[in-house]
Structure formats: C-alpha cells, structure tokens
C-alpha cells in the first residue's frame, strides 16, 4: 500500500522565542507565523505573546546568550505583562491554521533550526503539533549545504524577535534558491 503523496499548498513558517533551549525546562515566550505560497508571498501573519512565570523567565534566562543579547531579554520580560495563557495561544494558531490551510489534514512547518521549536511544540501544543506533518522545511539545512560545500553565507540579521526571524528565514532560503538558479 503506498502512502498519498503530500503535496501542501502553502507554507507555515513559524518562529518561537523561549526562555532558554531546554524543551522541558523553559518555556515558549512569544510566537509568530507567517503563511506563505510557494512563491513565498506573505498571505497571512500571526503573533502571539505567551505568558511565563516571572521566577521561571529570572531563573532561565541567564547565561552567555542572554548576556550577550541583554536588550532583548528585557524586551521579552516587559512583554510577558501583557501575555495569555499557552492554552489560549495554542486555540488561536488552531484557528489560524483552520483559517489559511483549508482542506490540508497536515501543515508544513517552516522555519530555521525548526526542529528546536517543534520540540516545544510537543512539550507545550499537543494538538498544534498533531496538526503538522512530520516533514519539515529546515531552512539551516541548506546553511549547512551552501556554507560547507559552496563557501557562501547569508548575513542573516539576529534580532531574536520571532516575527523578524521568520521574515529573515525567508529571505534566507529565497537567497540559497536564487543560488541553485544560478547555478
């Protein structure tokens, strides 16, 4: 018996920032989505804030990335006032998703380093993650491919915010595709 081919109509790219690395421990901060076609023109976004334990966020966002991106951190804590419930968030990426892939039984996860953020997605988003494909489009495998075999880099900014790296993901891979058509 062959599996049907899973053919998506339009990407979900998605973005989380957390309060560390650690899919147990910490816990997602803020979220963003941006639904694309395979063009990758911008059909729809969504962000979301999610509220954390003061004491967890002081307790694991410590270390050297944190140091290193202080101005960030403290964007992230001032902005968990204002944060909902992950329940909450979880129900709203469910409409989103309802919304902008109709007729699709699972999604396409985009994103860089998306394994990581799916990770978090299991722990905190059991039916989100039910929603997702298990295949992924990992954009840092193609840094991987380009930066060891071609010797070509993309200056991708590091702004930390989850709407501003999806949007840098994108541009990323645009500019990887761009390579091979090139090529």
Known sequence: ?????????????????????DPV????????????????????SYTAVKQVGPRLMKKRMVGA????????????IAQNQTGVNGRTVENELL?????HFTGEAKVLLAGNSIH?????ITNEWPRL?????????????WKVVFEG???????????HRALDDI???IEELQYYLKKVRDK
């Open 129 to 141: 993650d039910e929603r997702l494909h298990y295949r992924m489009l990992d954009v840092s495998a």
């Open 65 to 76: 990335f944190w140091d290193e991106f202080t101005e960030v951190r403290d964007q992230l």
């Open 95 to 99: 409409a989103f998703i309802d919304e």
């Open 1 to 21: 018996m062959t599996k049907p081919v899973f053919k998506p109509k339009r990407i979900l790219w998605m973005d989380l920032e957390m309060t560390g690395l």
């Open 149 to 159: 075999k071609y010797k070509k880099k993309f200056a991708k900014p590091e702004a």
């Open 25 to 44: 421990k910490d816990r997602i901060l803020e979220v963003a989505c941006i639904v694309t076609d395979w063009e990758f023109n911008e059909i729809a």
């Open 167 to 169: 949007r840098g993901s």
């Open 116 to 120: 990581q953020d799916r990770r978090f």
